[in-house]
Protein backbone atom coordinates (compact mmCIF):
# COMPACT_ATOMS: atom_id res chain seq x y z
CA UNK A 1 0.00 0.00 0.00
CA UNK A 2 1.43 3.38 -0.90
CA UNK A 3 1.45 5.75 2.30
CA UNK A 4 3.13 8.71 0.75
CA UNK A 5 0.25 11.41 1.67
CA UNK A 6 0.52 10.08 5.24
CA UNK A 7 4.60 10.53 4.95
CA UNK A 8 3.63 14.70 3.29
CA UNK A 9 1.28 14.83 6.30
CA UNK A 10 4.05 13.64 8.51
CA UNK A 11 6.45 16.26 6.91
CA UNK A 12 3.82 18.70 7.14
CA UNK A 13 3.38 18.21 10.52
CA UNK A 14 6.78 17.91 11.57
CA UNK A 15 6.94 21.77 9.77
CA UNK A 16 3.70 23.43 11.70
CA UNK A 17 1.99 23.44 8.74
CA UNK A 18 -0.94 21.07 9.10
CA UNK A 19 -4.50 21.94 9.42
CA UNK A 20 -6.92 20.60 12.15
CA UNK A 21 -8.43 18.35 9.66
CA UNK A 22 -5.22 16.83 8.66
CA UNK A 23 -3.73 16.47 11.89
CA UNK A 24 -7.04 13.87 12.63
CA UNK A 25 -6.61 12.25 9.66
CA UNK A 26 -2.85 11.30 10.86
CA UNK A 27 -4.85 10.41 14.10
CA UNK A 28 -7.42 7.98 12.74
CA UNK A 29 -4.52 6.37 10.74
CA UNK A 30 -1.89 5.80 13.92
CA UNK A 31 -4.91 4.44 15.65
CA UNK A 32 -5.23 1.62 13.63
CA UNK A 33 -4.18 -1.90 14.72
CA UNK A 34 -1.83 -2.54 11.87
CA UNK A 35 0.44 0.48 11.27
CA UNK A 36 3.47 -0.27 9.08
CA UNK A 37 6.92 -0.54 10.28
CA UNK A 38 8.92 2.25 9.02
CA UNK A 39 6.14 4.70 10.45
CA UNK A 40 5.26 2.72 13.77
CA UNK A 41 7.74 5.24 15.51
CA UNK A 42 5.50 8.13 15.08
CA UNK A 43 2.41 6.12 16.31
CA UNK A 44 2.94 7.53 20.03
CA UNK A 45 2.83 10.93 19.14
CA UNK A 46 -0.53 10.81 18.00
CA UNK A 47 -2.23 8.20 20.00
CA UNK A 48 -1.21 9.93 23.21
CA UNK A 49 -4.65 11.41 23.94
CA UNK A 50 -6.70 8.32 23.80
CA UNK A 51 -4.50 6.65 26.48
CA UNK A 52 -4.71 9.70 28.00
CA UNK A 53 -8.34 9.71 28.25
CA UNK A 54 -8.54 6.52 29.49
CA UNK A 55 -6.12 6.99 32.33
CA UNK A 56 -8.64 8.81 34.74
CA UNK A 57 -8.83 8.69 38.69
CA UNK A 58 -11.46 7.25 39.53
CA UNK A 59 -14.15 8.85 41.86
CA UNK A 60 -13.11 7.25 44.89
CA UNK A 61 -9.64 8.36 44.60
CA UNK A 62 -9.64 11.15 47.53
CA UNK A 63 -11.11 8.24 49.63
CA UNK A 64 -8.20 5.68 49.21
CA UNK A 65 -5.84 8.67 49.62
CA UNK A 66 -7.23 10.22 52.62
CA UNK A 67 -7.69 6.30 54.40
CA UNK A 68 -3.76 5.82 54.22
CA UNK A 69 -2.77 8.97 55.33
CA UNK A 70 -4.99 8.44 58.35
CA UNK A 71 -3.94 4.51 58.83
CA UNK A 72 -0.01 6.57 58.31
CA UNK A 73 -0.52 8.89 61.28
CA UNK A 74 -2.39 5.66 63.51
CA UNK A 75 0.95 3.87 63.24
CA UNK A 76 3.39 6.92 63.59
CA UNK A 77 1.16 7.82 67.25
CA UNK A 78 1.69 4.27 67.94
CA UNK A 79 5.39 3.81 67.43
CA UNK A 80 6.12 6.87 69.10
CA UNK A 81 8.68 6.61 72.14
CA UNK A 82 8.00 8.56 75.14
CA UNK A 83 11.32 10.20 74.91
CA UNK A 84 10.79 11.85 71.92
CA UNK A 85 9.51 15.10 73.07
CA UNK A 86 9.04 19.10 71.54
CA UNK A 87 10.21 21.36 73.53
CA UNK A 88 9.06 24.55 72.86
CA UNK A 89 10.85 27.40 74.42
CA UNK A 90 9.33 30.05 76.32
CA UNK A 91 10.35 33.34 77.34
CA UNK A 92 10.37 32.52 80.92
CA UNK A 93 12.74 29.82 79.71
CA UNK A 94 14.56 31.87 77.54
CA UNK A 95 15.00 34.69 79.61
CA UNK A 96 17.77 34.13 82.18
CA UNK A 97 20.16 33.54 78.82
CA UNK A 98 19.45 36.96 77.36
CA UNK A 99 20.10 38.43 80.98
CA UNK A 100 23.41 36.48 81.01
CA UNK A 101 24.45 37.43 77.07
CA UNK A 102 23.15 40.95 78.17
CA UNK A 103 25.73 40.88 81.14
CA UNK A 104 28.53 39.19 78.95
CA UNK A 105 28.20 41.96 77.24
CA UNK A 106 27.84 44.87 78.80
CA UNK A 107 31.10 43.90 80.61
CA UNK A 108 33.03 42.89 77.44
CA UNK A 109 32.06 46.50 75.98
CA UNK A 110 33.26 48.29 79.43
CA UNK A 111 36.13 47.03 79.38
CA UNK A 112 36.99 47.73 75.90
CA UNK A 113 36.33 51.26 76.37
CA UNK A 114 38.38 51.47 79.82
CA UNK A 115 41.41 49.71 77.66
CA UNK A 116 41.14 52.23 74.84
CA UNK A 117 41.19 55.11 77.41
CA UNK A 118 43.99 53.83 79.44
CA UNK A 119 45.82 53.15 75.97
CA UNK A 120 45.78 56.46 74.52
CA UNK A 121 47.06 58.04 77.87
CA UNK A 122 50.14 55.77 77.65
CA UNK A 123 51.00 56.74 74.12
CA UNK A 124 50.33 60.21 75.02
CA UNK A 125 53.03 60.03 78.21
CA UNK A 126 55.14 58.52 75.96
CA UNK A 127 55.37 60.68 73.06
CA UNK A 128 56.26 63.84 75.38
CA UNK A 129 57.94 62.09 78.19
CA UNK A 130 60.89 60.21 76.65
CA UNK A 131 63.58 61.49 74.05
CA UNK A 132 66.16 58.83 73.14
CA UNK A 133 69.24 59.15 71.33
CA UNK A 134 69.27 57.08 67.87
CA UNK A 135 72.45 56.10 68.56
CA UNK A 136 71.70 54.30 71.31
CA UNK A 137 71.62 50.69 71.74
CA UNK A 138 68.73 48.40 73.27
CA UNK A 139 70.97 47.59 76.11
CA UNK A 140 71.80 50.92 76.86
CA UNK A 141 68.99 52.61 78.84
CA UNK A 142 71.30 54.59 80.80
CA UNK A 143 71.83 57.00 78.00
CA UNK A 144 67.92 57.56 77.64
CA UNK A 145 66.81 60.55 78.69
CA UNK A 146 63.25 61.21 80.35
CA UNK A 147 61.70 64.43 79.98
CA UNK A 148 58.59 65.00 81.49
CA UNK A 149 55.88 67.74 80.41
CA UNK A 150 57.66 69.21 77.32
CA UNK A 151 56.50 70.86 74.23
CA UNK A 152 57.69 69.33 70.94
CA UNK A 153 60.03 72.08 70.66
CA UNK A 154 61.98 71.21 73.71
CA UNK A 155 61.84 67.40 72.81
CA UNK A 156 63.36 68.36 69.44
CA UNK A 157 65.93 70.92 70.48
CA UNK A 158 67.04 68.21 73.44
CA UNK A 159 67.07 65.15 70.40
CA UNK A 160 69.33 67.76 68.18
CA UNK A 161 71.96 68.24 71.44
CA UNK A 162 72.01 64.79 71.57
CA UNK A 163 72.67 63.90 68.31
CA UNK A 164 75.30 66.70 68.18
CA UNK A 165 77.21 65.42 71.25
CA UNK A 166 76.85 61.98 69.33
CA UNK A 167 78.38 62.79 66.60
CA UNK A 168 80.98 64.87 68.19
CA UNK A 169 82.03 61.78 70.45
CA UNK A 170 82.50 59.73 67.04
CA UNK A 171 84.47 62.43 65.62
CA UNK A 172 86.85 62.24 68.54
Keep these: MDYKYIEQLLESYFDCRTTLQEEQILRSFFSQEDVPGHLAQYADLFTYEISAKEEQLGEDFDQRIMAKIEVMESEAKKNATPSTRIIKMRARHIGPFF ?65 NVATKEEIQ
Design 99 to 163: KAAAVVAMALTIGRAAEHAIGEQTTEDNANAVAVDPYIKSGDVHQAIRVKDVSQAETKAINDSIL
